[in-house]
């Protein structure tokens, strides 16, 4: 009842924004028979860039969303230059054309007034997102190994925020089961915004040593917060942070420690230039999103 027929959708805009069916065989088939105008928003390309870190099967799914997407659409909504640069070079080697697309940064909304959460004595950094093999949680606890062995009861806390995902069983033994780690490392399954907040707050810095991603949330919440930054030197990371953060090479493991250990003294050089830097921190907002968008829609 009330359904609208094919023939009534005819010219209208068509906007997906989740990848959702775009593997189906039949859409292009409902597209053509439609008349709509797609626009596909593209949030990351991982699953052929990185197969390695995605279920079974996906490589294969995202293959075909993107070879649907560039057929049919209308127009591409990037969340990244970097996800519309990966997905020009995926084009390339499907020979296919790019339709017209704009990259338009997911905003965020405002960190509320942290919480009362209990701190650390010691110098804090904080890893959030969920445990997988594609955040490198398993390398940067190896790493703090090495620290807690070297430093002793001076070594600094790092505090681990966010669910336990697939195939992290590694990360999740040592968390468990690790006698050097027990001491200075702190796992919580889930926390409101307002203690994310507080923790970030606390925080000497956010450590993002993914090894792939299309586009990094806590790394722009942090910077927004006025917490100082480690990330893998990713293009996507020094694209929507604008080149603030330090930026360390997410196998490099002599390098994070050195650079953790740096951040956890009072008077590291390095942090304070980050920080002198911080001011100049633009914050991705939601209606600069829809004025990116708006702007490509119109011309549909």
């Not at 959708?9 to 053509?32: C, E, F, K, M």
């Not at 209308?74 to 519309?84: F, P, V």
Request: aromatic share 6%; net charge negative; glycine share 8%.
């Amino acid at each position: 009842h009330g359904r609208k027929t094919d023939k009534d959708l005819s010219g209208r805009l068509y906007l997906n924004v989740g990848h959702t069916g775009l593997d189906d065989p039949g859409l292009a088939a409902w597209i053509q028979s439609a008349g709509v105008r797609p626009v596909y928003f593209i949030h990351d390309l991982i699953p052929i860039t990185h197969p390695e870190y995605c279920r079974e099967g996906e490589l294969e799914r995202h293959h075909a969303r993107m070879r649907t997407a560039l057929r049919t659409g209308a127009a591409i909504i990037g969340n990244s230059q970097a996800t519309l640069d990966e997905l020009a070079l995926f084009a390339e080697a499907e020979k296919l054309d790019v339709p017209p697309s704009t990259a338009a940064w997911l905003g965020i909304t405002p960190m509320p007034p942290p919480a009362a959460v209990g701190s650390s004595d010691r110098p804090t950094f904080v890893i959030v997102g969920t445990i997988e093999a594609r955040k490198n949680h398993l390398f940067l606890l190896q790493v703090w190994t090495r620290i807690a062995q070297k430093m002793g009861s001076d070594a600094p806390h790092l505090l681990v925020l966010g669910q336990r995902g697939w195939e992290c069983e590694q990360a999740v033994d040592l968390l468990d089961r690790a006698a050097a780690l027990k001491p200075v490392v702190t796992e919580i399954g889930g926390c409101s915004d307002e203690e994310l907040a507080a923790h970030l707050h606390n925080a000497q810095a956010l450590l993002f040593p993914s090894l792939a991603e299309g586009y990094g949330l806590p790394l722009v919440e942090a910077l927004s917060a006025g917490t100082p930054v480690i990330a893998s030197d990713l293009p996507v990371f020094r694209e929507i942070s604008q080149d603030i953060p330090t930026f360390v090479d997410p196998l490099d493991g002599p390098d994070w420690e050195r650079q953790i250990i740096d951040f956890s003294r009072h008077d590291s050089e390095t942090r304070k230039a980050q920080c002198a830097r911080m001011p100049s921190f633009r914050v991705p907002t939601w209606a600069d999103h829809f004025a990116k968008a708006d702007a490509l829609l119109s011309t549909v």
